[in-house]
Structures are given as structure tokens and as C-alpha cells.
């Protein structure tokens, strides 16, 4: 009787869930003892997070098509704070799913791809006709070229380091090129350069130059306290004049890789016709090319030696 009745529990049940508007997500996880499980849900904390960062990028197109372009830009920044977080307190929390590895990535598209480009187009890019809204499209599409190379490569990349400009950066680089200039007169000359700049953060998205993820900092280790310092110093430029130091800023980083990159090509040039240095019998330094001749000699010798 009772296993009539629990198999009739769970047929409604059954039916129930088949009559809700909206499925319920399930996906498979890997759980403690390393075997596959079926979990049903998702983890709010840092899906709300991401919430946030998509809510902040959506607002920031909207307000930038109402023209207040100061508010777009703040709040392309405030996306970049939450998106920021919700990954860490993800792992913190260990509540990791693929779910929220997707919807991160979607909601980056939005706050760091669509936002800043509209938000761009808006301000400065409009006047400059099929070349402005050339140069957003453009920005936007290696946005999204970014993310998904990023999400194919997330397993096999050192975690350490990016590959191109990461896609916040250069969000942060276009909503603070607005916001410094929020308030001026755009005109030709201001358009051709908000469309160089555009063009450049996003071609260097789809670049192979390495930039420095800050992933290995152990927030819950111990720092030297001069670390402290500099932070408090960082917070302190940063209220003089926020635009322009947050300008400032990304674009020191993005300056990075490529200096980076230059420095590594020429200490690979310079090892690599860098002479080899040999010593003689005498303890003299002999010069790769009397190295081989000397070498040669040798040879020459030991073959006289063999027909003898």
C-alpha cells in the first residue's frame, strides 16, 4: 500500500514539474569523492552577482542613449567591480557550476562588448557616419572573439597570465575615455581619435600578447605592509580626478603586453648571437670562430691519423 502510494507521490510530482513554465535546470558536477552527480538549481550567491554586473551594463547602454554619458560610464566600471567578485567568491565559496561559468560569459558580453561600443557610438563615434559605427561593430565583434577563445582555452592556458587585453580592460579603457570627456564638444578631430582608440582596445583583445591576470594573489595570505600603503596611495590618485587616473591606468596595463612582448623578443635576439665564450690551454678566451677552426683542425688531424 505505502509503495503504491509513494509512486503515486512521485508521478504527481512528475507532472507538476512538466506543467511549470520553466524547466528546472539541471547539470553534472563532480562532488568530493570525485564521481559524477546529477544537481538540480543553481548557486544564487554568485549568479546574483553576475546579476548585478548584467543589470550595470544594460544600464549603462540605456543611459547612454539618454545621454548621460557620466552615468554610462560609472556604471560600465561598477560592472567590472561585480564581475570581478563574482568568480571569486564563487571559489571561496566553492560554489563553481558550469552554468555560472556560461552566464558570466554572456553577461560579459554585455558590460564589455555591447555597453562600451553603443556607449561609444553615443558619444563621439556618431558624427564620423558608417566609420564610427564601423569602428563600434568592430570593437564589439573582437569582444566576443575574445570570450569565446577565452572559454575554449580556460583548461590548457596558465591561469596566471591572459592571452590579449581582457575584455574589462578594455571596457575600462573606452568608458573612461567618455567619462573624462563627458561633458565636451565632439567633433571630428575628438570622433577620429575615440575611433582609434576604440579600434586599438579591441584589436588588442584578439592579440597573443600576455597580460598579467592578478589570479595568484592569495587575498587571504599575508602581505608586506609597504602593499598597504601603495593601495592606500591607488585609492587616494584615484579620488582626485577619477576618469582620468582610471585612464591612466588601463592604459599603463595595456601598454604592458606589448612592452612586455618587446623586452622578450630582444633578450631572445641578443642570447641568440650573443658569442659563445671557450677557453684555451692557457686559460685565455678563445673566440667562437678560432673555436672552430680549432675544431676543424682536430678533425682534419684524426683522419690523416685513420688512413696511416
Known amino acids: 500500500m505505502s509503495e503504491k502510494k509513494g509512486a503515486r507521490t512521485e508521478s504527481l510530482r512528475t507532472e507538476e514539474e512538466i506543467r511549470l513554465p520553466v524547466d528546472e535546470h539541471v547539470e553534472e558536477e563532480v562532488s568530493a569523492s570525485g564521481k559524477k552527480v546529477r544537481a538540480k538549481g543553481v548557486y544564487l550567491l554568485p549568479n546574483l552577482i553576475t546579476t548585478g554586473a548584467l543589470f550595470s551594463g544594460f544600464y549603462a547602454i540605456v543611459a547612454g542613449m539618454g545621454g548621460n554619458f557620466e552615468a554610462s560610464a560609472i556604471a560600465i566600471f561598477a560592472a ?5 567578485l563574482d568568480g571569486r567568491v564563487a571559489r571561496l565559496t566553492d560554489t563553481q557550476s558550469a552554468f555560472g561559468v556560461q552566464f558570466d560569459s554572456l553577461s560579459d558580453m554585455v558590460s564589455f562588448g555591447l555597453a562600451p561600443a553603443l556607449v561609444v557610438f553615443s558619444w563621439g563615434l556618431g558624427p564620423l557616419g558608417k566609420l564610427g559605427w564601423a569602428a563600434a561593430f568592430l570593437y564589439a565583434a573582437c569582444a566576443a572573439l575574445r570570450l569565446a577563445r577565452f572559454n575554449t582555452q580556460v583548461d590548457t592556458v596558465d591561469k596566471g597570465v591572459f592571452i590579449g587585453l581582457a575584455s574589462p580592460t578594455a571596457a575600462a579603457i573606452v ?37 598579467t591576470s592578478f589570479k595568484k594573489l592569495d587575498f587571504k595570505g599575508r602581505v608586506p605592509f609597504v602593499m598597504m600603503l601603495a593601495i592606500i596611495l591607488v585609492f ?13 591606468i588601463a592604459i599603463l596595463y595595456t601598454f604592458s603586453g606589448p612592452a612586455m612582448w618587446a ?46
Open 175 to 211: 568608458a573612461s575615455m567618455v567619462w573624462a570627456g563627458h561633458d565636451a564638444e565632439v567633433g571630428t578631430g575628438l570622433g577620429i581619435v575615440a575611433a582609434l582608440v576604440t579600434v586599438a582596445a579591441g584589436l588588442l583583445m584578439v592579440s597573443n600578447f600576455r597580460y
Open 236 to 248: 587616494s590618485l584615484v579620488t582626485i580626478d577619477p576618469p582620468r587616473v582610471l585612464l591612466v
Open 80 to 84: 567590472m567591480i561585480l564581475d570581478g
Open 263 to 308: 623586452w622578450a623578443a630582444l633578450r631572445g635576439r641578443q642570447q641568440a648571437v650573443a658569442p659563445v665564450d671557450v677557453t684555451d690551454e692557457t686559460g685565455g678566451p678563445v673566440s667562437k670562430d678560432e673555436s672552430v677552426l680549432d675544431d676543424t683542425v682536430a678533425q682534419s688531424s684524426d683522419e690523416k691519423t685513420d688512413r696511416k
